[in-house]
């Protein structure tokens, strides 16, 4: 009788030990996944400053081109006037290739810092997306870690019932 009590007992605690060992591991595993979503919120924030900043200087260059191109079309207009050649022919179509070529390489400017924004807001989904299946993923370990605890704890409380039981004191009798 007194083995079958100390069996239980021990069955008894090691239901206990695993239980709260499964919730120890859930609560830490839950602790992992809200990091996961931090991190995620963290990735979505800084990608879009590095697009914004990326646009803000793609519109800068635009803007400090556009100045030095109307500089150098203005000294080239004030050239071509001080030479005494009339207007027309060659000349004008000097000045139209320069005011073409500035708009060319203001919009390419543009154009390239918008890829550069899209490329950090792609790669910030990304990693936003990654880091909440990798949170989902430690929700799910936490809940299973959770549930085996209980399973592991009963069937440690049901094996010292039945060793119990066959020693011929069990819990009824």
Do not use: H
Request: hydrophobic share 40%; charged share 20%.
């Amino acid at each position: 009788m007194a083995g079958s009590t100390a069996l239980l007992g021990l069955g008894a605690t090691s239901f206990i030990g695993q239980i709260l060992g499964g919730s120890m591991e859930g609560d830490n595993l839950r602790n992992m996944g809200a990091s996961a979503v931090e991190s995620a919120k963290s990735y979505k924030a800084i990608s879009e400053r590095q697009a914004l900043i990326a646009r803000t200087t793609g519109r800068i260059e635009s803007d400090e081109i556009r100045r030095s191109d109307k500089r150098m079309i203005a000294r080239t207009v004030a050239g071509i006037s001080s030479s005494g050649v009339q207007g027309g022919g060659s000349p004008t179509d000097l000045i139209a290739d320069q005011i073409a070529e500035s708009g060319y390489r203001q919009s390419k400017a543009v154009a390239s810092a918008e890829l550069k924004a899209e490329n950090f807001e792609l790669t910030g989904a990304i990693q936003e997306r990654n880091a909440l299946l990798q949170a989902r993923s430690l929700y799910d370990r936490a809940d299973a870690a959770e549930l085996g605890g209980i399973i592991g704890g009963t069937t440690s409380l049901l094996g010292a019932y039945a060793k119990a039981e066959t020693l011929g004191g069990g819990f009824f009798g």
